[in-house]
């Protein structure tokens, strides 16, 4: 087993765009090498097989945690599919490869989509409000989200799309100079480079840069308690609270997930949840109590939890967008049920992104899109009534 390591809105100017914008084209995909996401039950297994490269090129690391087996196959121990690659495979997240008994991540320095984003927009509403964040990716993912907004990066090899040079040192350097006060790992799914995120977030500690993981939450407790040795803050996409939904719509399981924010909560690791409302898959309200009714059992009321609109997307671009309507019920059932920070999103300047004390319920923090014209604390405390507001406020962006 190893366990060592080593080594779009406020976009950046034209000298600080890296690589192409997560909305990117990819290039040269068929339908083989989308894989299947046509809404399988689960994905675990469905590896690339023969895919791999003769040998490592210079984007590669060896795997941060596997096993190896006599026969020289091997098995990726970051996620839940645990995929059992063979000589000459390519794993679920299309990242992973085992080559000559070996397993090799390919995408190590390669980010695919370098911004500036407010850190607002990952989202994350009580972490060092109108702050920047430097936010990467690299193709690649675990799920299978129908819905992905993402998909030509995601559901992508590394290789097939364009694609900059830029290992963990120069991203701590890129990110100073930009006057960033965060790293994020973004925009497609971080577990699949675990290897990459780590190192920068190493290094970032290092530093005095935050390190921010923006994810599916679909990875095991080993390599997430190494991870939480350096990264400040998290948000996790919990995507529904039923394990057939999560089966169909995006190729994993609940559980694990749950998992992730229990790990989260334990290692004092500040996160934020969000839903993305879904019609006819993620829009049940009792499945939104349930969930609730988890949330508040296992990880306390002060977690915000943001309900975002479902637009049209990928494979599901025949649903119409969630009624607003829907967000807004969602959100009174939330802050009903006693979590103490819900809110509406990809609805501009909606009431719901506001951020109000849970005590006297005053205006905190107003937000207009990614400005926040209004701001009422005093360090973690409400200006109004002295309560303790959960978030990392200690430093604000002017």
């Known amino acids: ?123 994350l509403f009580h972490f060092k409000p109108q702050t920047k964040s430097f936010s990467l990716a690299v193709a690649g993912c675990n799920f299978r989200c129908l819905n992905c907004q993402n998909w030509e990066i995601s559901q992508a090899k590394p290789g097939e799309v364009r694609q900059s040079e830029l290992f963990p040192e120069d991203v701590i350097k890129a990110a100073l100079k930009s006057g960033s006060e965060s790293i994020s790992c973004t925009y497609s799914e971080p577990v699949s480079y675990f290897e990459y995120m780590i190192d920068i977030a190493r290094l970032a500690k290092e530093n005095g840069l935050s390190s921010l993981w923006i994810s599916n939450g679909y990875i095991n407790r080993e390599p997430l308690t190494e991870l939480c040795r350096y990264i400040n803050g998290a948000n996790v996409n919990l995507k529904s609270f039923s394990d057939n939904v999560y089966r169909k719509l995006n190729g994993g399981r609940l ?105 006297c319920k005053k205006l905190l923090i107003e937000r207009k899109g990614y400005l926040v014209p209004a701001y009422n604390l005093s360090g973690n405390r409400c200006k109004f009534c002295n309560t303790v507001i959960p978030g990392v406020w200690e430093k604000r962006g002017g």
Not at 91 to 115: E, F, H, Q
Not at 277 to 291: Q, T
């Open 1 to 123: 087993m190893r366990t060592a390591i080593n080594r779009r809105e406020f976009l950046c100017s034209a000298a600080l765009i890296l690589a192409a914008p997560a909305s990117s084209v990819a290039f040269g995909l068929s339908d083989d090498n989308k894989g299947d996401i046509s809404g399988s039950d689960d994905i675990r297994g469905k590896i690339f097989k023969g895919d791999a490269p003769d040998k490592p090129w210079k984007w590669s690391h060896e795997g941060f945690l596997y096993t190896k087996s006599s026969d020289r196959k091997v098995v990726c121990g970051i996620c839940p599919h645990r995929c059992v690659l063979s000589p000459g495979d390519r794993s679920v997240c299309r990242s992973k490869v085992n080559i000559d008994g070996v397993l090799y991540s390919l995408a190590y320095g390669n980010p695919c989509s370098v911004n500036i984003d407010p850190i607002e927009k990952k989202p």
């Open 255 to 359: 559980e694990p997930v749950l998992n992730t924010f229990k790990t989260l909560n334990d290692r004092g690791i500040h996160f934020e949840m969000t839903n993305l409302v879904v019609p006819g898959y993620v829009d049940d309200p009792e499945m939104v109590k349930r969930m609730c009714g988890w949330i508040l059992a296992n990880l306390g009321p002060d977690h915000p939890l943001h309900f975002l609109r479902f637009f049209p997307q990928y494979k599901l671009d025949r649903l119409p967008p969630t009624p607003v309507s829907t967000l807004e019920n969602f959100r009174s059932l939330a802050m009903k049920e006693g979590i103490r920070y819900a809110y509406v999103g990809n609805v501009p300047n909606h009431e719901g992104m506001n951020t109000y004390c849970h005590n």
